[in-house]
């Protein structure tokens, strides 16, 4: 585990989040991360298509952590996949909430991601036919999970969502592209979209958020964006080194 960048309020650690010892308990406002989904993506460091079942073990840890390093009035912002169906279809959007749950977090409601890729629409089975039908929904969840209390009591108190954005963003369903693989240069990106709607409606101006599976530093570049702390984790020199140029390439608010 190393420091690998720091400058004003964004931090990026280079380790294993299980084995981090820099990040105090109880200090962070929000976690906002999109792990590992175990579609054997090829990853630098990382094996992404290992049993399902050491998946969720692996998943039960990561939580746990987070929820150690989290505050009372803390939230998560959990994006993952509804369910798959690459080596057999799984509930992976309901495991893992149920797992959330079961090492402390509670639940408070589920955004959808309408990212509009059409091209998973396209594995129908068994074609014009009930024998033996694919449905494959195309979009992602984002689960809201909060660590004690829901209400928030501590940081700033000094929100910065716009009443347009509030209305639009409540709905639950929210619609935006994901981002480029080819540009980012990560074989997984979210879209910096995705964080920056997470960051505003539920933390603080100045609060900390936590990205514990980083990657390409959408967060990060949110967080600057918004006026947020953030601490990203990676295990990858490769991708903290993406997510580094990312923040710095970032001008901040206008």
């Known amino acids: 585990m190393s420091i690998f960048y720091h400058e004003n309020n964004i931090k990026i650690i280079k380790g294993d989040l299980s084995r981090i010892r820099s990040i105090d308990k109880n200090s962070i ?5 999109s792990p590992p989904y175990n579609l054997d993506i090829g990853y630098k460091s990382f094996n992404d298509g290992i049993p399902y079942e050491d998946y969720l073990k692996l998943c039960e840890k990561w939580l746990k952590k987070c929820l150690d390093y989290t505050k009372d009035d803390g939230r998560m912002c959990l994006n993952i996949p509804l369910d798959k169906s690459k080596g057999g279809y799984k509930s992976v959007g309901a495991d893992l909430t149920e797992i959330a749950q079961k090492v402390g977090w509670k639940y408070k409601t589920t955004i959808i991601w309408n990212e509009g890729n059409i091209s998973k629409g396209s594995a129908w089975g068994s074609w014009l036919s009930a024998s033996a039908p694919h449905i494959i929904a195309p979009v992602e969840l984002i689960v809201v999970l909060y660590k004690s209390q829901w209400k928030k009591v501590s940081g700033s108190r000094i929100s910065d969502i716009q009443r347009d954005e509030f209305i639009d963003w409540t709905k639950g369903i929210w619609e935006f592209k994901g981002e480029s693989k080819r540009k980012i240069g990560h074989p997984a990106p979210f879209p910096v979209e995705l964080p920056k709607r997470c960051m505003k409606l539920f933390s603080y101006v100045g609060d900390t958020v936590l990205d514990p599976f980083m990657g390409s530093g959408s967060t990060l570049v949110a967080a600057k964006e918004c006026k947020r702390k953030a601490i990203g984790v990676d295990i990858e020199e490769q991708y903290c080194k ?12 206008q």
């Open 29 to 33: 406002d929000l976690v906002i991360t």
């Open 242 to 253: 993406i997510a580094k140029e990312r923040v710095i390439n970032t001008t901040g608010p």
